[in-house]
Nanobody, 125 residues
Framework: QVQLVESGGGSVQAGGSLKLSCAAS????????MGWFRQAPGKEREGVAI????????YYVHSVKGRFTIAREKTNNTLYLQMNSLKPEDTAMYYC??????????????????WGQGIQVTVSA
């Protein structure tokens, strides 16, 4: 059973930084795709950053480019999201997601098979 466990969320003032971690377990090999999504109250869940194991490419939603960095540590099966220059509009529940299938890049939630329980990030003005 694949398990994803997020940590590192919390509250910070605008302009501050947080680093999220996602510990992955329960699978053989490494997922082809891992990513971070977020959902603010009353809004749809959106993709924030995605990592490709096959190409090592990273993808970011426009609103976080230059501020967020996604990285994967293979040795301990952990995915990270370094978030700098945080803004109040970054406030949301953040979710780690993974997919074991070799497929094309996709931001769609339904293309990720496994999800963490979510962790809150709150940015105050």
């Amino acid at each position: 059973q694949v398990q994803l466990v997020e940590s590192g969320g919390g509250s910070v003032q605008a302009g501050g930084s947080l680093k999220l971690s996602c510990a992955a377990s329960g699978y053989t090999g490494s997922p082809y795709w891992m990513g971070w999504f977020r959902q603010a109250p009353g809004k749809e869940r959106e993709g924030v950053a995605i990592f490709s194991r096959s190409s090592f490419r990273t993808y970011y939603v426009h609103s976080v480019k230059g501020r967020f960095t996604i990285a994967r540590e293979k040795t301990n099966n952990t995915l990270y999201l370094q978030m700098n220059s945080l803004k109040p509009e970054d406030t949301a529940m953040y979710y780690c997601a993974a997919d074991l299938r070799f497929r094309d890049m996709s931001w769609a939630r339904e293309d990720f098979s496994y999800w963490g329980q979510g962790i809150q990030v709150t940015v105050s003005a």
